[in-house]
C-alpha cells in the first residue's frame, strides 16, 4: 500500500537532520508490528509517504495507528512542544498488481525531486539509499525502480 500522513500547520520542516533522525527512530521501533510492515518511505516538508504492507485492513490500522503514535511522540519531543502532529488519518491506496508498486516505489523514493526540493542522486529523506532495485545508474538513485 501506498500511505500518505499529512503534519498540521505550522510545523517545522521534516526535511532537517534532527526531525529526520527523530523520524527514523520511530520507524525502526514501529516498522513491523501486527502483521504490519513498512518498507520505504519519503519526508517531505509537510508530509510523508510510506510504501507498506499489512495483511489485511485491521492490520493495517493497528499498525499505522502505532507508527503514527511513535511519530508524533518522536517529532514532539524533537521540537519540544506538545500537541497533534498529524491534520488527519493517514490516506492509503492499496497497489493491485506488481506495476503499481513499481509506479509507487518510484513516486514514493523520488518524490522529493517531483516536488522540485531534491537535487539528483539519491535523496538524503527517503529510503533509497536502501532499495536495491534501482535501474541503470546503480546507487545514484538517478534511475526509476526496475520492474524486478
Known sequence: ?????????PLPSLRRPG???ALRAAFAAGKERFGFRLLHYSLLAN?????VEA???RALARGMQGLAVRIAKALNRHWGRRGKVFADR???HILKNPREVRSALAYVLRNAARHGVAREGLDPYSSGR???GWAGNEGA??????ET
Open 130 to 132: 536502501w532499495f536495491d
Open 1 to 9: 500500500m501506498h500511505v500518505t500522513l499529512r503534519l498540521c500547520s
Open 19 to 21: 526531525p529526520a533522525l
Open 90 to 92: 493517514y490516506h492509503d
Open 47 to 51: 508530509h510523508l509517504h510510506l510504501i
Open 55 to 57: 495483511r489485511d485492513r
Open 141 to 146: 538513485g538517478g534511475g526509476e525502480a526496475s
